[in-house]
């Protein structure tokens, strides 16, 4: 029994992998995407609690993804992460509830604050 | 009986990259497994809980007495282990893989290979099985000699830790190990250390065997434990060493073992110091 599911979505194979097996470790179960567009597909699907989306991806950016799924789904909650600094769209996102962006690397403790503050409580 | 395997086998990194990925890709990970995944799996699952075996005794474990099932069985998880030909082509076993090997014979009546995880299989069934508490004690009893820092000293390590024994399956998944630059790592202690490790694990590529890996396996798990379990606790641990002291005041023979490491590691930095002071770049 697992405290509920949750969507990484990043191009970096590594931050992927070991940003899941961290979430894991804290208790939820976690679905993997490597672009925006296997995001919106696997959301769509699996309609995970919470979302750790990467800001820089190819295909489709962070930014875009956020602002496709919100389309569909005006309540995703969703946790930005970049490498870049990168804001461009950051005051966007937050005006449609977008809930934090965060700068990578991150900690594991961080990790695990964000995910207690913001999976939705059942 | 377990032997260990003395030849040369692949390193760490190998496994984490190239070893658990190819595996996960061809057996799959989640739920939605092919027949032929399944069959993997229950193969690796047999062997985690009981140890080494003929495949007429992994197949009997779901025929008891029927041998005509036990038969075909057995054929289908010897086919299973070691590829097959078709038309020439050889297609992969699970031993091409590095996840099983053949131990040694059996001597009973009917003579037979006698299989069992290679340490590679026993840190992809962790990752991969989704084993139980109760179930990983059972793999602990039967792999002893494979990791006797770990599993050899199982239930003692529960008595002291309790369930961060179960830490071990985010070894099988290779957290940490080589790019702890992935994550801000707030215990230097963890980090100098895991840094070190990787270092070291990486010199000894050329003599890695079986008993070596296991030594290597042994300290990643032993300095994993000055960072995972504070992650997990509300109260965090101010002395993070702590859960260390606890074990290794309790087994000597660890401690000096350990002991040894960190010492290695002292004096790798101070030399590694040594060499960046002789640099001089001012005209």
């Known amino acids: 029994m697992t405290k509920g599911t949750i969507l990484v979505v990043d191009d970096d194979e590594f931050v992927l992998d070991t940003t899941s097996t961290l979430l894991e470790f804290f208790g939820y179960s976690v679905i993997q995407a490597k672009n925006g567009i296997e995001a ?10 919470l979302v750790f989306l990467d800001v820089k991806m190819p295909k489709m950016d962070g930014y875009d993804t956020f602002f496709e799924l919100t389309k569909e789904n005006p309540n995703a909650k969703v946790i930005f992460m970049t490498a870049h600094a990168d804001y461009s ?9 977008a809930l934090d962006l965060i700068e990578k690397p991150y900690s594991a ?14 | 009986m377990v032997i260990l395997n ?33 069959n993997v799996h229950n193969i690796l699952r047999i062997l985690a809980l009981n140890g080494d075996m003929t495949t007429w005794e992994m197949a009997k474990i779901k ?10 069985k057995e054929k289908e998880y010897r086919r299973l282990l070691v590829g097959r030909v078709d038309r020439g082509h050889h297609s992969e076993g699970i031993i091409d893989l590095n996840l099983v090997l ?12 006698r299989y069992r995880l290679s340490i590679f299989g026993i840190l992809f069934c962790l990752d991969s099985l989704n084993l139980s508490n109760s179930e990983i004690d059972k793999m602990a009893e ?3 000699i494979v990791l006797p820092k770990i599993f050899g000293k199982w239930n003692f390590l529960k008595s002291l830790i309790g369930d961060n024994v179960y830490n071990i399956k985010l070894l099988g998944k290779g957290l940490l190990f080589d790019n702890p630059n992935i994550i801000n790592v707030e215990n230097p202690r963890f980090l100098e250390l895991i840094s070190y490790f990787n270092i070291k694990s990486n010199y000894m ?11 290597l396996i042994a300290y990643w798990f032993y300095i994993t434990l000055l960072y995972l379990p504070n992650l997990q606790k509300e109260k965090k641990m101010k002395d993070t060493d702590k859960i260390l002291k606890i074990i290794f005041s309790k087994d000597l023979d660890l401690q000096q073992w350990f002991s040894e490491f960190i010492s290695e590691a002292q004096i790798f930095y101070k030399e590694r110091s040594k060499v960046l002071e002789g640099i001089s770049i001012k005209g």
């Open chain 2, 142 to 144: 039967k792999h002893q």
């Open chain 2, 63 to 72: 025929f008891a007495t029927d041998n005509e099932m036990i038969r075909t």
């Open chain 2, 6 to 38: 003395e030849e040369r086998i692949p390193n760490l990194l190998s496994y984490k990259y190239f070893i658990r990925k190819q595996a996960s890709k061809i057996y799959g990970k989640n739920q939605s497994k092919s027949t032929h995944q399944q």
């Open chain 1, 40 to 49: 919106l597909s696997k959301y769509r699907d699996k309609k995970p609690g």
């Open chain 1, 89 to 97: 769209k950051w005051e966007e996102a937050k005006k449609r509830q």
């Open chain 1, 109 to 122: 403790e961080k990790l695990k604050k964000l995910t207690e503050k913001h999976y939705p409580k059942k």
């Open chain 2, 205 to 215: 590529s050329q003599s890695m065997n079986e008993k070596v890996m296991g030594e």
């Open chain 2, 102 to 113: 053949v131990d040694s014979k059996s001597t009973k009546r009917n003579p037979g290979n």
